[in-house]
């Protein structure tokens, strides 16, 4: 069986926390921009979280506090540590790259992320 590229997630109550971990081969590891991004039903995909290459890390203003990105380059994995979860984080969550040029602050959001190579874990808040 495949092992999956994003574990970690689950069902929690708000203000609890959860850990998500992806794996990625050498080359994606190496990709100028690694990040995660979200999806939820009727919300438009965002990215919570990124680190290019030289990094710097950047957090959509929705997480800033309370969750916090790492890379590890030992074992190529790329890990997203929530805390104090809310209902609004409630979604998807996948691990993803750039194609090139890195990630930056565009208009409020970060923009760079264009692709994930996982089915994504799915995080679950409820009260």
């Known amino acids: 069986q495949e092992r999956p590229v994003e574990t970690g997630g689950g069902s929690v109550q708000t203000g609890g926390s959860l850990r998500l971990s992806c794996s990625a081969r050498?080359?994606?590891?190496?990709?100028?921009?690694m990040g995660w991004w979200r999806e939820a039903p009727g919300k438009e995909r965002e990215t919570v979280a990124a680190i290019n290459g030289d990094g710097r890390i950047l957090y959509a203003n929705s997480v800033k506090g309370r969750f916090t990105i790492s890379k590890y380059v030992a074992n190529n994995t790329l890990d997203l540590q929530m805390n104090n979860l809310e209902l609004e984080d409630t979604a998807r969550y996948f691990c993803?790259?750039?194609?090139?040029?890195?990630?930056?602050?565009?208009?409020?959001?970060?923009?760079?992320?264009?692709?994930?190579w996982g089915r994504g874990t799915q995080v679950t808040v409820s009260s």
């Open positions: 050498e080359y994606t590891y190496r990709r100028d921009c």
């Open positions: 993803a790259a750039d194609s090139g040029g890195g990630c930056a602050v565009i208009g409020g959001a970060i923009r760079g992320l264009t692709s994930h």
